[in-house]
């Protein structure tokens, strides 16, 4: 599946992850996430990002926040989900 560029322009974009570095990065934890944010940005009309107090991995609260606003106000949800493959 491809994504038409020119459909996102005019949209919102919602990221909801437990670890950015902060505005001063002092606290360096996420900067990948932080380098996915940057190259979403181009496409874009706004990204905005929620950082959960609670300090969770990737599904629990991220994942389930941002299905549970699926739900509420019916747009996609993308889960990033990251793990190592047990034998």
């Known amino acids: 599946m491809t994504i038409d560029e020119k459909s996102l322009v ?6 909801i992850t437990p670890i950015y570095p902060n505005q001063d990065e002092s606290v360096v934890t996420g900067t990948f996430v932080k380098n996915q944010v940057a190259e979403l940005k ?5 990204v905005i990002i929620i950082l959960p107090v609670i300090r ?3 599904t629990w609260p991220s994942g389930y926040i941002g299905v549970e606003l699926k739900e509420k106000y019916g747009k996609p949800v993308i889960n990033t989900i990251r793990g190592k493959a047990v034998q």
Do not use: D, I, R, S
């Not at 005019?10 to 990221?15: A, P």
């Not at 181009?42 to 706004?46: G, L, V």
């Open 56 to 58: 969770a991995h990737f």
């Open 42 to 46: 181009q496409h874009f009309k706004k």
């Open 10 to 15: 005019n949209k919102v974009l919602l990221v």
